[in-house]
């Protein structure tokens, strides 16, 4: 019996998400006493294998199969669960990404199990998995159990665990090549360019500095400010919602439930009370500092760093000392 961690790449690159699984898979396997194995899907992935084979796992296990050149939920399903059968494990781990959430659930019903989706946590009680899930916007954690047998199948929220908090080992992973047996004529789907978002759009999920403004920024005509904050630390600038909704900046900048989640470095969150919805986005950064007047405000109770005072004194004050040692 063991952990399966299934990765994900694209065009031989890896997504980043596919190292906070890895994360999980690491606590998992160490809490259940069980062999960790990441398995790696597409074609000519020799090099991947071998990078992520450095990490502290059991094993590698390769599905190189031409077919998988090019995502297809029939050819990526096929492939999983005849390596599942092959494996025999007792958990099955994904990156809650776009292409798992077509995946995963057709994969876990062609073997006839549920699928958790989502979970920020994972804890066991008598050696069995429970699922740690956020509802209603994240004011509630519900604790998921899964009932009717092995494997059990689980995706991970973006940001619920720190991809650099993986473990590498000084002796690398075994990596072995899995045959899988692919018939062309059952992929029905037929793959075309992947989707590009428009060319002034910004993913803030691969940031690693963000500074972010809230209801404290006051009026659009501060947002200069705020920008010359971001130039100076390196960082992309996102918002909270009514900042978004208010057209002061575009939809595509906005962190919380209804828009990004983020996991950066540094997270400079201004004049941002901290309500849960925007909590949920940004509460994976690895470094969360927040300036705000209000020394009640929510967002206090997940900052590093908080201080207390007026953005437009705080801000200016950050600029001429990063300025300063240019």
């Known amino acids: 019996m063991s952990v399966l961690v299934v990765t994900e790449q694209q065009s031989g690159r890896w997504h ?9 898979g690491q606590q998992a396997s160490q809490a259940m006493g069980s062999p960790l194995i990441a398995a790696v899907v597409g074609a000519g ?12 796992l059991s094993e590698v296990v390769a599905l190189d199969h031409p077919a998988l050149a090019s995502y297809t939920p029939d050819g990526f399903a096929e492939a999983l669960r005849q390596a599942i059968a092959h494996l025999q494990p007792e958990l099955v781990l994904f990156p809650h990404t776009y292409q798992v959430r077509d995946l995963a ?13 989502d979970a920020v946590g994972i804890r066991f009680d008598d050696g069995k998995p429970v699922f740690v899930r956020q509802l209603f916007q994240g004011k509630l954690h519900a604790d998921v159990t899964v009932e009717g047998g092995e ?9 619920a665990y720190r991809a650099d908090s993986v473990v590498t080992s000084d002796t690398p992973a075994t990596i072995r090549t899995l045959a899988v047996e692919l018939d062309p004529s059952r992929i029905r789907t037929q793959t075309e360019a992947p989707y590009q978002e428009a060319k002034d759009s910004v993913d803030l999920s691969s940031a690693e500095i963000i500074v972010s403004v809230g209801r404290g920024i006051q009026d659009p005509g501060n947002i200069p400010q705020a920008e010359e904050l971001a130039k ?24 919380g439930s209804s828009g990004q989640t983020v ?20 509460k994976g950064a690895k470094t969360i500092v927040a300036v705000n007047k209000d020394e009640g405000a ?19 004050a950050l600029i001429e000392a990063l300025e300063a040692e240019q």
């Open 151 to 159: 494997p059990r199948f689980a995706s991970v929220q973006s940001g």
């Open 105 to 117: 659930p057709k994969l876990a019903a062609s073997l006839d199990k549920p699928f958790v989706s």
């Open 16 to 24: 980043r998400m596919s190292f906070e699984v890895l994360a999980a």
């Open 263 to 282: 996991s950066p470095n540094l997270y400079l969150a201004l004049g941002i009370s901290g309500a849960i919805q925007h909590v949920v986005g940004m």
């Open 45 to 56: 992935i020799e090099s991947l294998a071998a990078e992520i084979a450095s990490k502290q």
């Open 232 to 255: 100076a630390l390196g960082a992309e600038l996102a918002a909270s919602r009514p900042i978004c909704d208010n057209g002061w900046l575009p939809l595509d900048r906005q962190i």
């Open 298 to 316: 929510p967002i206090f109770e997940i900052a590093d760093y908080g201080i207390v005072g007026d953005l437009f004194d705080v801000v200016p």
